[in-house]
Protein backbone atom coordinates (compact mmCIF):
# COMPACT_ATOMS: atom_id res chain seq x y z
CA UNK A 1 0.00 0.00 0.00
CA UNK A 2 1.84 3.30 -0.99
CA UNK A 3 1.47 5.98 1.72
CA UNK A 4 -0.72 9.06 0.59
CA UNK A 5 0.70 11.71 3.15
CA UNK A 6 -2.72 13.68 3.20
CA UNK A 7 -3.63 10.28 5.25
CA UNK A 8 -0.82 11.03 8.20
CA UNK A 9 -2.79 14.71 8.86
CA UNK A 10 -5.02 13.36 11.66
CA UNK A 11 -3.12 9.83 13.34
CA UNK A 12 -4.80 8.31 15.88
CA UNK A 13 -3.62 5.88 18.45
CA UNK A 14 -6.15 3.94 20.34
CA UNK A 15 -5.89 3.28 24.01
CA UNK A 16 -8.43 0.91 25.63
CA UNK A 17 -8.16 2.89 28.87
CA UNK A 18 -10.74 5.35 27.90
CA UNK A 19 -13.64 2.57 27.08
CA UNK A 20 -16.34 2.90 30.00
CA UNK A 21 -17.70 -0.63 29.00
CA UNK A 22 -17.38 0.38 24.99
CA UNK A 23 -16.21 -1.60 22.88
CA UNK A 24 -12.35 -0.30 21.03
CA UNK A 25 -14.15 -0.65 17.56
CA UNK A 26 -17.14 1.38 18.45
CA UNK A 27 -14.51 4.28 19.83
CA UNK A 28 -12.54 3.77 16.36
CA UNK A 29 -15.20 4.41 14.19
CA UNK A 30 -16.23 7.46 16.45
CA UNK A 31 -13.22 8.56 15.60
CA UNK A 32 -13.25 8.07 11.98
CA UNK A 33 -16.83 9.53 12.04
CA UNK A 34 -14.89 12.87 13.15
CA UNK A 35 -12.64 12.59 10.44
CA UNK A 36 -9.33 10.73 11.59
CA UNK A 37 -7.74 9.95 8.67
CA UNK A 38 -5.02 7.49 9.90
CA UNK A 39 -5.13 4.24 12.86
CA UNK A 40 -2.67 2.83 14.90
CA UNK A 41 -3.64 -0.01 17.33
CA UNK A 42 -1.78 0.30 20.31
CA UNK A 43 -1.56 -2.57 22.81
CA UNK A 44 0.76 -2.67 25.61
CA UNK A 45 -0.44 -5.70 27.84
CA UNK A 46 -2.79 -7.48 25.35
CA UNK A 47 -2.38 -11.45 25.51
CA UNK A 48 -1.91 -12.32 21.87
CA UNK A 49 -4.57 -13.56 21.11
CA UNK A 50 -6.61 -10.91 22.33
CA UNK A 51 -4.56 -8.57 20.38
CA UNK A 52 -5.55 -10.28 17.21
CA UNK A 53 -8.73 -10.04 18.00
CA UNK A 54 -8.62 -6.36 18.98
CA UNK A 55 -6.97 -5.51 15.29
CA UNK A 56 -9.39 -7.79 13.39
CA UNK A 57 -11.83 -5.96 14.67
CA UNK A 58 -10.53 -2.32 14.05
CA UNK A 59 -9.24 -3.64 10.60
CA UNK A 60 -12.99 -3.67 9.49
CA UNK A 61 -14.29 -0.69 10.60
CA UNK A 62 -10.91 1.07 8.93
CA UNK A 63 -11.80 -0.72 5.84
CA UNK A 64 -15.34 0.37 5.98
CA UNK A 65 -14.62 3.63 5.64
CA UNK A 66 -11.23 3.30 4.17
CA UNK A 67 -8.09 4.61 6.19
CA UNK A 68 -4.96 3.21 6.72
CA UNK A 69 -4.57 0.78 9.82
CA UNK A 70 -0.99 0.12 11.48
CA UNK A 71 -0.28 -1.63 14.40
CA UNK A 72 2.23 -1.00 16.86
CA UNK A 73 5.29 -2.75 17.41
CA UNK A 74 3.85 -6.17 16.62
CA UNK A 75 5.12 -7.57 13.36
CA UNK A 76 3.40 -10.55 13.89
CA UNK A 77 -0.05 -9.26 14.74
CA UNK A 78 0.09 -6.97 11.34
CA UNK A 79 0.98 -10.20 9.63
CA UNK A 80 -1.89 -12.50 10.52
CA UNK A 81 -4.34 -9.36 9.62
CA UNK A 82 -3.10 -8.14 6.60
CA UNK A 83 -2.74 -4.80 8.34
CA UNK A 84 -1.42 -1.48 6.09
CA UNK A 85 1.85 -2.10 8.25
CA UNK A 86 3.61 -0.89 11.18
CA UNK A 87 4.85 1.40 13.47
CA UNK A 88 7.94 0.96 15.51
CA UNK A 89 10.29 2.22 18.21
CA UNK A 90 13.81 2.81 18.11
CA UNK A 91 14.42 -0.06 20.25
CA UNK A 92 11.48 -2.55 18.51
CA UNK A 93 13.54 -2.98 15.14
CA UNK A 94 15.42 -1.26 12.73
CA UNK A 95 13.48 -0.46 9.67
CA UNK A 96 15.81 -2.31 7.42
CA UNK A 97 14.68 -5.28 9.47
CA UNK A 98 11.10 -4.59 9.63
CA UNK A 99 10.92 -4.05 5.78
CA UNK A 100 12.36 -7.80 5.57
CA UNK A 101 9.77 -8.89 6.99
CA UNK A 102 6.53 -6.89 5.81
CA UNK A 103 7.68 -6.73 2.86
CA UNK A 104 7.85 -3.99 0.01
CA UNK A 105 4.23 -3.08 -0.12
CA UNK A 106 3.33 -2.33 3.11
CA UNK A 107 3.39 1.19 5.41
CA UNK A 108 6.61 1.67 7.97
CA UNK A 109 6.56 4.21 10.61
CA UNK A 110 9.36 4.53 13.19
CA UNK A 111 9.57 7.01 15.98
CA UNK A 112 12.46 9.25 15.91
CA UNK A 113 13.54 12.31 18.55
CA UNK A 114 16.47 13.50 16.29
CA UNK A 115 18.24 14.33 12.98
CA UNK A 116 20.27 11.66 13.09
CA UNK A 117 17.57 8.82 13.79
CA UNK A 118 15.63 10.52 11.34
CA UNK A 119 17.91 10.33 8.52
CA UNK A 120 18.84 6.62 9.12
CA UNK A 121 15.03 4.88 9.56
CA UNK A 122 14.40 7.17 6.14
CA UNK A 123 17.76 5.31 4.96
CA UNK A 124 16.39 1.97 6.13
CA UNK A 125 12.89 1.94 4.60
CA UNK A 126 10.61 4.06 6.63
CA UNK A 127 7.71 5.53 4.92
CA UNK A 128 6.81 7.94 7.62
CA UNK A 129 8.05 9.20 10.95
CA UNK A 130 6.34 10.21 14.27
CA UNK A 131 8.30 13.15 16.25
CA UNK A 132 8.26 13.50 19.75
CA UNK A 133 7.46 14.04 22.53
CA UNK A 134 6.78 17.58 21.18
CA UNK A 135 4.86 18.83 24.97
CA UNK A 136 5.03 17.51 28.27
CA UNK A 137 2.22 19.82 29.31
CA UNK A 138 -0.30 21.00 27.58
CA UNK A 139 1.14 24.96 27.53
CA UNK A 140 4.33 24.79 26.93
CA UNK A 141 6.12 23.65 23.77
CA UNK A 142 9.70 23.16 24.97
CA UNK A 143 8.78 21.16 27.84
CA UNK A 144 8.82 18.23 25.59
CA UNK A 145 11.58 15.89 24.34
CA UNK A 146 11.71 17.74 21.18
CA UNK A 147 11.30 21.29 20.54
CA UNK A 148 9.77 23.46 17.94
CA UNK A 149 12.84 24.03 16.21
CA UNK A 150 13.76 20.59 16.66
CA UNK A 151 10.75 19.13 14.65
CA UNK A 152 11.37 21.29 12.17
CA UNK A 153 14.76 20.30 11.69
CA UNK A 154 13.58 16.75 10.86
CA UNK A 155 10.86 17.72 8.74
CA UNK A 156 13.63 19.65 6.57
CA UNK A 157 15.49 16.73 6.69
CA UNK A 158 13.88 14.13 5.17
CA UNK A 159 11.99 13.26 2.22
CA UNK A 160 9.30 11.62 3.80
CA UNK A 161 6.61 12.11 5.62
CA UNK A 162 6.49 13.61 9.85
CA UNK A 163 3.60 13.22 12.37
CA UNK A 164 4.20 15.34 15.71
CA UNK A 165 3.34 13.23 18.76
CA UNK A 166 2.88 13.64 22.46
CA UNK A 167 0.99 15.39 24.70
CA UNK A 168 -0.73 17.28 21.78
CA UNK A 169 -4.17 18.55 22.71
CA UNK A 170 -7.23 20.43 20.88
CA UNK A 171 -5.92 23.55 23.05
CA UNK A 172 -2.01 23.18 22.01
CA UNK A 173 -2.04 21.79 18.47
CA UNK A 174 -1.99 25.27 16.94
CA UNK A 175 1.22 25.97 18.68
CA UNK A 176 3.13 23.43 15.80
CA UNK A 177 2.25 25.97 12.76
CA UNK A 178 5.23 26.51 10.97
CA UNK A 179 7.11 23.46 11.66
CA UNK A 180 6.44 21.86 8.37
CA UNK A 181 4.75 18.57 9.90
CA UNK A 182 2.85 16.73 7.76
CA UNK A 183 -0.06 15.86 10.34
CA UNK A 184 -0.18 14.86 14.35
CA UNK A 185 -0.49 11.54 16.52
CA UNK A 186 -3.17 11.78 19.26
CA UNK A 187 -4.18 9.74 22.13
CA UNK A 188 -6.22 10.93 25.18
CA UNK A 189 -7.05 14.37 23.12
CA UNK A 190 -9.35 11.90 21.17
CA UNK A 191 -10.69 8.55 23.03
CA UNK A 192 -10.57 10.31 26.05
CA UNK A 193 -12.97 13.05 25.02
CA UNK A 194 -16.21 12.95 26.27
CA UNK A 195 -17.73 13.16 22.51
CA UNK A 196 -15.12 11.38 20.71
CA UNK A 197 -16.61 12.21 17.12
CA UNK A 198 -17.11 15.70 18.24
CA UNK A 199 -13.61 15.96 19.62
CA UNK A 200 -12.26 14.97 16.34
CA UNK A 201 -14.06 16.76 14.29
CA UNK A 202 -12.53 19.88 16.20
CA UNK A 203 -8.98 18.17 16.51
CA UNK A 204 -9.06 17.77 12.25
CA UNK A 205 -10.40 21.61 11.80
CA UNK A 206 -7.60 23.03 13.47
CA UNK A 207 -4.88 20.98 11.93
CA UNK A 208 -6.58 21.72 8.08
CA UNK A 209 -5.19 25.67 9.09
CA UNK A 210 -1.80 24.97 10.34
CA UNK A 211 -0.60 21.73 7.74
CA UNK A 212 0.41 23.13 4.62
Not at 82 to 111: C, N, P, T, W, Y
Request: one cysteine or more; charged letters at 25%.
Amino acid sequence: MKLDKKSLLLYAVTDRMWLNGRTLAHDVEETLLGGATFMQLREKDASYEEFLQQAKEVKAVCKKYNVPFVINDNIDIALAVDAAGVHVGQSDMEAGSVRQKLGEDKIIGVSVRTVEEARLAWERGADYLGVGAVFQTATKLDAGDVTFGGLKEICNAVPIPVVAIGGISRENVEQLAGTDIDGVAVVSALFGAPDIQKATAEMKEKLLKIVK
